[in-house]
């Protein structure tokens, strides 16, 4: 474990939240504010582990503390969010966020609902905290430094980063808030932490007390997400998930819900496309790809189940089972056709979590099609455009044609000018027209 120190501390921060970070300590220490880094930030600093959150506990009597502090910090151009029921605030600014928080108990008035909170101390704080693990803080401002410069814990959490333990605060950690089940397995997955007998004890009882049922979708969902998201920290999430499914939360979350063991392959290659992308994806959302992989291999009705029981509902719903009830097709198609023009106008149409969730699934020789594609063919610039088309008396759906016969002509290394473009889209106007009705016309045979 390392050692700590403010230097080496501030050396393993995430290096573009540094200034933000500096505003909000010089603020503290002007109001002479006792503000702490706290939980996961101090967790992974001392594991060694690549810290990636900035999160601050602002120690009040008045759960403001955070959101004042954050609104006389943020330089002109970051943007304040402020939780005034939950005393936090975020800064935001150029893709960097900073949390604040201020030091609070909890109480849950049902399992599984939202903590009532109300002020507290640092030491309130860490114990309010799901594993002792995270239940440690660092002081950043002078006022928190007063007493010592060393990290502050609740009772045994150093000793379990230790020894690599995740273990529960308290025996209703999990029936207070369920989501804890699946921080537990991503973060002993991640971090290489053995769970104790007390926390596994404290997940049975919340499973025997059935409270897994009264989650939200969002909030699961939310968790789901981190879960996938973390593969670029390391995190595996097939390992994750079937760490869920070993414990029954899985089947707690909605009946009938698994890992299937023909998942888990895809799902790991998943994780390490996450972590080392083997392509430049603009809009890539993970979690989706990772939902087509692993309900795949479930019956339909627990697939549209468990997308409700997750909250993804309307059309992206409905995309991930289209996308699943297509996939077999898709791949024996890929397999089969023949050419660069081929395989673009296969995949042209698919959003870029299906291609990932094609490239999981699919065998080496798919694999390389797909990355031919992902990295060199689909950015390339067909040599005519629509408009070009039009130009030379083309019009209807026959442009749509004739640029999709241009494309695959020229990806296959059939043509490469404007000008041999426009002879094959002459071509193919000419042959639409003495086509019979009903008969499709494209440059050349497709296959599959
Ligand atoms: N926390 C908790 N119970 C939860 C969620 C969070 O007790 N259901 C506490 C944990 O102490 C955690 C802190 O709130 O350290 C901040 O939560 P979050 O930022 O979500 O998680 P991190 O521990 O920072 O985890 P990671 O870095 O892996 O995202």
Known sequence: ????????????????????????????????ASVWLVGGPVRDWLLGVAVRDVDLLVVGDDLAAAGDLAERAAPDGVRVVRHPRFGTAE?????????????????YAQA???PSVSPGTLDDDLARRDFGANA????LSKT???????????????????????RVQHSGSFRDDPTRALRAARLAQRLGLSVTRSTHAALRDALRAGVFGVVSGERLRREFVKLIDDAAIGGDPSRALRLLDDWHVLGALEPGLCLDRSAVVPLRRLGRAIATPPWKSLRHRPWRAAL?????????????????RL????????????????????????????????????????DEEELHALYAVGEPKLRRRIL?????????????????LVEIGLSGPVVGRALEGIREAFLDGGLSSRDEALVLAREIGRRSRTAKPGRRVVGRKRQG
Do not use: C
Not at 20 to 26: F, H, K, M
Not at 292 to 308: D, F, N
Not at 333 to 341: M, N
């Open 1 to 32: 474990m390392k050692k700590a120190g403010a230097e080496a501390l501030r050396r393993a921060l995430p290096e573009a939240a540094l200034p933000l970070l500096d505003a909000v300590v010089r603020e503290a220490d002007r109001r002479r």
């Open 91 to 107: 800064l935001h600014h150029q893709g960097v966020v900073i949390e604040l928080a201020t030091s609070r108990r909890e109480t």
């Open 112 to 114: 599984g609902a939202l």
């Open 136 to 139: 440690l803080a660092f002081p």
């Open 144 to 166: 928190a430094r007063a007493n010592d410069n060393r990290v502050v814990e609740a009772d045994g959490a150093l000793r379990d980063l230790e020894a690599r333990r995740l």
């Open 292 to 308: 087509l992989l692993w309900l795949a291999p479930l019956p339909s009705g627990l697939r549209k189940r468990v997308l409700e």
């Open 311 to 350: 909250a993804v509902r309307g059309e992206v719903a409905r995309s991930i089972t289209v996308a699943i009830r297509q996939r077999d097709a898709r791949l024996g198609a890929l397999a089969r056709v023949r050419g660069r023009g081929a395989v673009d106008s296969l995949l042209g149409p698919l």
């Open 372 to 388: 031919r594609y992902a990295t060199e063919d689909r950015t390339r610039r067909t040599p005519a455009s629509g408009r070009d």
